[in-house]
Nanobody, 114 residues
């Protein structure tokens, strides 16, 4: 089994920053892609950003230029630096890791509000 534990969510004012982190543990041989999805109330879960084991990244258009994903392969961790946050970024953010199948974290709430 593989466990993903997220940290770093919270309440922030518009224009502020947060950093999300996710650590994978358990029966890990190798992790392919890692990344973050988010789900706002009443909406479908959507990709925010992903990063492969070689460091290639993909971002959703709505976060390009504001969010940065990074990864430490040796520690099996992935982070998401979120800057210039907007109220529409409010959602539960989920970490995922793609091994032989996808594993998900429990989610961390990010609320952007004044």
């Amino acid at each position: 089994q593989v466990q993903l534990v997220e940290s770093g969510g919270g309440l922030v004012q518009p224009g502020g920053s947060l950093r999300l982190s996710c650590a994978a543990s358990g029966s890990i041989f190798s992790i392919n892609a890692m990344g973050w999805y988010r789900q706002a109330p009443g909406k479908q879960r959507e990709l925010v950003a992903r990063i492969t084991s070689s460091g290639s990244t993909n971002y959703a258009d709505f976060v390009k230029g504001r969010f940065t994903i990074s990864r430490d392969n040796a520690k099996n961790t992935v982070s998401l630096q979120m800057n210039t946050l907007k109220p529409e970024d409010t959602a539960v953010y989920y970490c995922y890791a793609a091994l032989t199948r996808a594993y998900w974290g429990q989610g961390t709430q990010v609320t952007v509000s004044s």
